[in-house]
């Protein structure tokens, strides 16, 4: 978590203590010998076997940004995770207000650009970079939506999701009180704060206004200055059975921490903090300012 002052160095997008920070930001952290190895990632490297890495471009010692590590989700390798400023933002995977994670294909809007369908309204968790729910059993349909009614049907827009209850004979009310433990352990720790784990997101994070960030793509997707068109960020009800909460010292989607926060540890334990001067480690991802292992398989 971190103090408006120390968020000055980052750009405007949404109103919070005049500042904003991108999705895996959190405030800086000195590069000092408290922990083994040097730098050298902006999605994700610290070198801990301690040998001092081959600048990329720039130094966090040299007063610039630390050079960048590309990350993996899965095997692959997606825009926000390849260390190339994609939409020419000046703002790359990790530090860019667009990422979500290692697994989000789309630099440019809030969608990952990769799908979480199984099949016809159901979802599996949106932030892995998987579809279909064999690996981490998370179970939800857009059907469990109560928002889900005519003319537009949100959050997917599609009448044949139209609000039911018992959706294809899915307990609703119970998979959005409790998730299975498969999908919590699996799901949750890429999930960023203030998001739940089927891309419901409260948006700016605190504003109790959820907005799906699954539809479209790019411009034509969610965008942090469109959370009021219905059709790119349609409202959403979050599952609270596999949810981000968004606490008032957290670094959230679209939000700084409050105000009188003062820096410290906001992460779960064993987690590492992070920012632009503090990279995670080899395989891990700057999610909502905390170090996330990348999903791997």
């Given at each position: 978590?971190?103090?408006?002052?120390?968020?000055?160095?980052?750009?405007?997008v949404f109103a919070g203590c005049g500042q904003t920070v991108p999705v895996g930001v959190d405030?800086?952290?000195?590069?000092?010998g408290s922990g083994s190895g040097s730098l050298s990632g902006a999605g994700g490297a610290l070198n801990v076997g301690g040998e001092?890495?081959?600048?990329?471009?720039?130094?966090?010692?040299?007063?610039?940004?630390a050079p960048c590590q590309p990350t993996e989700c899965r095997g692959k390798l997606y825009e926000c995770g390849n260390c190339t400023d994609d939409d020419e933002d000046g703002q790359t995977d990790a530090l860019d207000p667009a990422c979500l994670g290692p697994c989000d294909d789309d630099e440019t809007g809030l969608s990952t650009g990769l799908s979480s369908t199984s099949a016809a309204c159901k979802k599996d968790c949106y932030f892995d970079g998987d579809a279909g729910p064999g690996n981490d059993r998370c179970e939800w349909s857009h059907q469990c939506d109560p928002l889900s009614v005519a003319p537009s049907y949100p959050p997917s827009g599609d009448m044949?999701?139209?609000?039911?209850?018992?959706?294809?004979?899915?307990?609703?009310?119970?998979?959005?009180?409790e998730q299975p433990t498969a999908c919590v352990?699996?799901?949750?720790?890429?999930?960023?704060?203030?998001?739940?784990?089927?891309?419901?997101?409260?948006?700016?994070?605190?504003?109790?206004?959820?907005?799906?960030?699954?539809?479209?793509?790019?411009?034509?997707?969610c965008q942090p200055d469109a959370l009021n068109?219905?059709?790119?960020?349609?409202?959403c009800?979050?599952?609270e059975g596999?949810?981000?909460?968004?606490?008032?010292?957290?670094?959230?989607?679209?939000?700084?921490?409050?105000?009188?926060?003062?820096?410290?540890n906001s992460c779960e334990a064993g987690q590492q903090r992070c920012g632009a001067d503090a990279p995670c480690g080899l395989g891990f991802y700057c999610i909502t300012g905390c170090c996330v292992r990348a999903p791997v398989r």
């Open positions: 978590m971190v103090s408006c002052g120390a968020l000055a160095w980052l750009a405007q405030d800086p952290l000195p590069s000092s001092a890495p081959t600048p990329v471009g720039g130094s966090a010692a040299s007063g610039g940004e044949r999701c139209a609000y039911e209850p018992l959706a294809g004979g899915l307990n609703c009310e119970q998979l959005r009180q352990d699996a799901c949750l720790p890429v999930v960023p704060n203030g998001c739940d784990c089927f891309g419901c997101c409260e948006l700016p994070g605190g504003s109790g206004n959820f907005h799906y960030v699954g539809v479209g793509r790019g411009s034509a997707g068109d219905p059709q790119a960020c349609p409202p009800t979050p599952v596999c949810f981000n909460d968004c606490k008032p010292c957290e670094a959230c989607v679209g939000r700084a921490p409050e105000a009188s926060c003062q820096p410290g």
